[in-house]
């Protein structure tokens, strides 16, 4: 199983970047996984950002409400973060992670820099 992140990049303080997610191999039934998004800044742990349960729950960040967006498209595997009105203090590498059970896979992280 493999969990690609991409969407990452170089955006101006207040602008948008929208992540994917997506899953390829022996995954099965995508829409049994709860999706997560979790970034990790230079120096710092990793952190939650996103969950987006089976059963159609998000939950996010205090420092992200209202301005992330989890999303997903079980029909392609994949899932989405959507970024606005970004700020300098969401520069981190971003990581998506799909969860059943016992079961944990990991993608490999997409950097976003945010420039002031």
């Known amino acids: 199983v493999q969990l690609q992140a991409s969407g990452g990049g170089l955006v101006q303080s207040g602008g948008s970047l929208r992540l994917s997610c997506a899953a390829s191999g022996s995954i099965g039934i995508f829409s049994l996984y709860t999706m997560r998004w979790y970034r990790q800044a230079p120096g710092k742990q990793r952190g939650l950002v996103a969950t987006?349960?089976?059963?159609?729950?998000?939950v996010y960040a205090d420092s992200v409400k209202g301005r992330f967006t989890i999303s997903r498209d079980d029909a392609k595997n994949t899932v989405y973060l959507q970024m606005d009105s970004l700020k300098p203090e969401d520069t981190a590498v971003y990581y998506c992670k799909a969860e059943r059970g016992n079961i944990n896979y990991w993608g490999q992280g997409t950097q976003v820099t945010v420039s002031s």
């Open positions: 987006l349960t089976r059963g159609g729950i998000t």
